[in-house]
């Protein structure tokens, strides 16, 4: 059962979707199934913009996506979290999608007054309930360095091993999240599910984050991957882990030999739809753009 913008890949896409995930029977719908699905989606499906740097976004249609997810790419939230809702509508999970919007800590105060659009979040009901009482949990594999796991979908703060969050309610609007230090310190959502009119919203928006000189995505390469201990990030060609328990750690990639080596076997983006060409491209297009962020900064 799903809410809001529904879509309905087709059925055969799903198993190469599940064996991308490592994940052969999902069964039933239930609180430890969707935490399973959250920890896989995280640690084998990237935050990534491979393809915007190259000036061929693809599309955030759902069975697009889930069939690049299951030829081994990433994306970002349009893509990661619009076919992970497909997935978990398949596998029976009720799955509602909010318009949402992803702030820096500098705009807290338009976090708190509205929603910006930028963003696709998840709200999933379980059957029955956990041991805590929870039914509904706020799911987002679309923030690259956001939750592990799902979050009970109640006010206050939430701790996974040695990472924190919390949720708040916004009065007439919805949910604010928060994680502090993050790249996406806030996200917020709407209560209500996004309507049929939401889908050419994200789409338009889409267009803008994935082709405008303005947008993060277009000036900065980036990829991310969480996993139960930490995140690895990769901007440009600095490769960085956060793990507050073993030290973060810190370095430059040499060159493009290293930076596909990192991308593919730190990050598991496939990389056999990069022609020779792609790659000189790319890495030329990382490499300026660093020099140019080492310059600013006097490194």
């Not at 009482?133 to 923030?143: I, K, N, P, S, W």
């Not at 810190?250 to 030999?257: A, F, H, K, S």
Request: aromatic content about 8%; proline content about 6%; charged content about 25%.
């Amino acid at each position: 059962m799903t809410s809001g913008t529904k879509t309905h890949p087709h059925p055969g896409i799903y198993a190469a979707y599940l064996r991308r995930l490592g994940i052969e029977e999902p069964g039933a719908p239930s609180v430890e199934g969707l935490f399973a699905l959250q920890r896989a989606h995280l640690e084998r499906v990237p935050y990534e913009n491979v393809d915007i740097q190259l000036g061929r976004a693809p599309g955030i249609d759902p069975e697009l996506t889930a069939r690049r997810f299951a030829a081994g790419r990433g994306g970002y939230c349009f893509h990661l979290n619009g076919a992970f809702a497909a997935l978990l509508d398949h596998l029976g999970y009720e799955v509602t999608r909010h318009v949402g919007g992803v702030y820096m800590e500098s705009q807290a105060e338009d976090a708190v007054r509205g929603v910006s659009g930028d963003h696709l979040a998840l709200t999933v009901r379980v059957p029955g309930a956990a041991a805590d009482g929870t039914r509904v949990y706020y799911v987002d594999a679309g923030l690259g360095d956001g939750p592990y796991e799902p979050l009970p979908l109640r006010e206050g703060s939430h701790r996974q091993g040695a990472f924190a969050y919390s949720l708040e309610r916004l009065p007439g609007t919805g949910w604010l999240y928060r994680n502090p230090g993050s790249s996406a310190p806030l996200a917020n959502f709407r209560a209500e599910p996004a309507g049929p009119a939401a889908a050419a919203a994200f789409e338009a928006e889409h267009v803008r984050l994935s082709t405008s000189e303005d947008s993060g995505f277009v000036r900065t390469f980036a990829a991310l991957r969480r996993d139960a201990d930490g995140i690895d990030t990769l901007r440009g060609r600095v490769l960085s882990r956060i793990d507050p328990v073993h030290g973060n750690t810190e370095r430059v990639l040499d060159g493009p030999e290293e930076f596909y080596t990192v991308l593919e076997g730190v990050f598991g983006r496939a990389l056999d739809d990069l022609t020779p060409t792609d790659r000189a491209a790319l890495w030329t297009r990382v490499a300026r753009a660093h020099d140019s962020w080492a310059a600013a900064r006097g490194r």
